[in-house]
């Protein structure tokens, strides 16, 4: 297997190379089968998971990536998504601009300090 088998989604290249050579050698170690995942997809699920949600609609919005996803018959299907700016991108931008901190996160600072 090549580590390029292991990267199913995006991300940044250098990030999942790495973990993609540690997860191979963890899962050689321990003889355990290495599964691909999208990163997205990965995200979602956990708020499946917890909100017990059948088939959601998802507004996706992460530093690169904005979409509108929704669930059905098994499989995840993107209704839209940006092609300029993500929202997450341009919270991240943003928050750099006006100098704020990322601690615990751009948007929620950002929106801190609108709330003021």
């Known amino acids: 297997m090549m ?3 292991f990267i199913c989604g995006p991300g940044m ?3 999942l190379v790495t973990v993609a050579l540690v997860a191979r050698t963890v899962a050689q170690l321990w003889g355990k089968p290495l599964l691909g995942v ?3 997809i990965g995200h979602i699920e956990m708020g ?3 909100t017990k949600a059948n088939n959601p609609t998802v507004l996706y919005v992460s530093g690169g990536n904005t979409q ?3 669930y059905s018959e ?3 299907r993107i209704f ?3 092609i300029d700016i993500a929202v997450g991108n341009c919270l991240d931008r943003f928050a750099r601009v ?3 901190s990322n601690d615990p996160s751009p948007g929620y600072n950002i929106e801190q300090m609108a709330k003021k």
Request: one cysteine or more.
């Open 48 to 50: 499946r998971l917890i």
């Open 38 to 40: 999208n990163h997205c």
């Open 74 to 76: 098994r499989r995840y």
């Open 68 to 70: 509108v996803i929704a």
């Open 3 to 5: 580590l390029s088998d």
């Open 98 to 100: 006006i100098k704020i």
């Open 13 to 15: 290249g250098a990030p």
């Open 80 to 82: 839209g998504e940006t």
